[in-house]
């Protein structure tokens, strides 16, 4: 095999010495291609364009009731230069035979505009364009940071199943974060956006239109009062996107927090009703340029969407290989891994809430007073308590049904599992945000969505109320 990893380049035959130990064996290949921009004070600030790719071999073995994982990783698509790696890994190990290969399954990726096709001045150029867009649209701006990113990426994986499988991705991503100041107050906004398409994406997703949403929102928290510290109603907005999912409730759904005892609250609990009736969440890596979508996860096993949670009873939970095994049933497509470098483990691609039927605009018309948030900012959860704390981005103070005005320096504040049972309005819409999501050291690309949703009673975060 050469150095490149294409279909005609790749057999079978040449790694199937590497798959002939324990009671797994797999091979996965990449090769990529990324670029970074940042542009900051209206000049671009870093530039770097590279290369990357290698082999990650992984065994595993059935051990004194346990899985057992070894994985190593060389930077190498050579599969003779693989096999020393391969003999200290499976030193010790039962052999095997592999499965005779089936047939390539491949999933090449299909753009309009390669961005490997796309000169690095024709993408400071349209940085340099954002950055016009809001400093000569609003006023006391203070900073605007740009960060674009780009990457393709080849790969395959082989098993000792026969599995042989290829694929191709490749991502556009442009996060823009503004600053706005007057008379000593600052205040922050951002907005991402990012798809799993070629070049093209930036003249379907208009950077401008978003870079300016964030510099409204920035600019007009300035003169927005604090938000009041209490309990509320709160409803959150399909266009919040779903990180109230994604992080709260989301990660205590991953099969290996739920076996390691960091997700207690749905330890034991398949068939269990843990949301109204009205409530699915799903998790689906097909969705047609997701930016969690794949064909098939890094494990080689064909994706599908999985309902984790259907009509309020928890039915499922997102496995890679290990953490079904351990369960005494058969993957179902969520084993992710960062690169060739790293172990597969249970992530989730686009998790979201299904849309329900109440009239958005009557969720919040039923709302007398209380917060409606309207963009997500960042925040944290602890997987074993399920408490989280994510700020607001945009939010506005509610009354008698209308919004009154916006809110700055609020915050939400809750625990996972209470507040996915205390949900009781479920709009038709829905709404998309977009991320690297990290874990055990590793970040994927995810998306995560919801309807418009109205929790009854809320703890939210911001300024003391004043004492009559």
């Not at 969520?334 to 249970?346: A, D, T």
């Amino acid at each position: 095999m050469g150095s490149s990893l294409d279909a005609g380049g790749l057999r079978f035959p040449d790694w199937a010495p590497a798959l002939t130990a324990g009671d797994h064996a797999e091979v996965y290949l990449e090769e990529s291609f990324a670029t970074s921009l940042c542009l900051e004070d209206s000049r671009i600030t870093e530039a770097s364009s590279g290369t990357d790719g290698g082999a990650g071999l992984r065994y595993l073995r059935e051990a004194a009731g346990e899985m057992e994982t070894l994985h190593g990783a060389l930077n190498s698509l050579d599969p003779v230069r693989a096999m020393p790696l391969a003999e200290r890994l499976r030193s010790g190990l039962k052999t095997a035979s592999p499965r005779g290969a089936k047939p390539l399954d491949a999933h090449p990726a299909v753009v309009r505009r390669h961005p490997r096709d796309v000169s690095m001045e024709e993408k400071a150029a349209m940085l340099a364009r954002v950055d016009r867009a809001v400093r000569d649209g609003f006023p006391h701006i203070v900073q605007v940071h740009l960060a674009y990113t780009e990457r393709a990426k080849r790969f395959a994986v082989l098993n000792s199943d026969g599995d042989f499988r290829l694929a191709e991705r490749i991502e556009e991503a442009l996060v823009i974060g503004v600053t706005a100041g007057k008379d000593g107050l600052l205040q922050s906004s951002q907005e991402s956006i990012a798809g799993a398409k070629g070049f093209e994406f930036f003249e379907e997703c208009d950077p401008v239109r978003a870079a300016r949403h964030a510099a409204r929102n920035a600019v007009e928290k300035l003169s927005a009062p604090p938000a009041e510290a209490a309990e509320m109603p709160v409803v959150l907005a399909a266009s919040a996107g779903g990180t109230l999912i994604h992080e709260a409730i989301g990660h205590a759904l991953e099969a290996d927090h739920v076996q390691d005892g960091t997700s207690p609250h749905y330890a034991g609990r398949l068939g269990q009703t843990v949301a109204g009736e009205f409530l699915t969440i799903i998790d689906d890596p097909t969705l047609p340029y997701a930016r969690g979508s794949y064909a098939f996860d890094d494990e080689g096993v064909p994706a599908s969407p999985v309902a984790v949670v259907r009509s309020g009873v928890l039915c499922d939970y997102l496995h890679d290989r290990v953490s079904a095994w351990r369960d005494k049933r058969a993957p179902n497509g969520h084993g992710r891994r960062e690169s060739f470098r790293h172990r597969p483990i249970p992530r989730m691609s686009n998790l979201y809430i299904s849309p329900g039927r109440d009239d958005p605009a009557r969720i919040v018309g039923e709302l007398d007073r209380g917060l409606l948030v309207t963009r997500m900012g960042g925040g944290e959860v602890n997987t074993a308590t399920g408490e989280f704390v994510f700020g607001v981005d945009e939010g506005y103070w509610v009354e008698r049904g209308r919004p009154r005005h916006r809110v700055r320096d609020a915050s939400i504040l809750g625990v996972g599992p209470e507040v996915l049972r205390s949900i009781d309005r479920l709009g038709w819409d829905i709404g998309w945000g977009i991320g690297v999501c990290g874990k055990q050291g590793q970040g994927v690309p995810v998306s995560d969505g919801q309807p418009t949703l109205r929790i009854p009673r809320m703890l939210v975060g911001g300024k003391k109320c004043e004492q009559d």
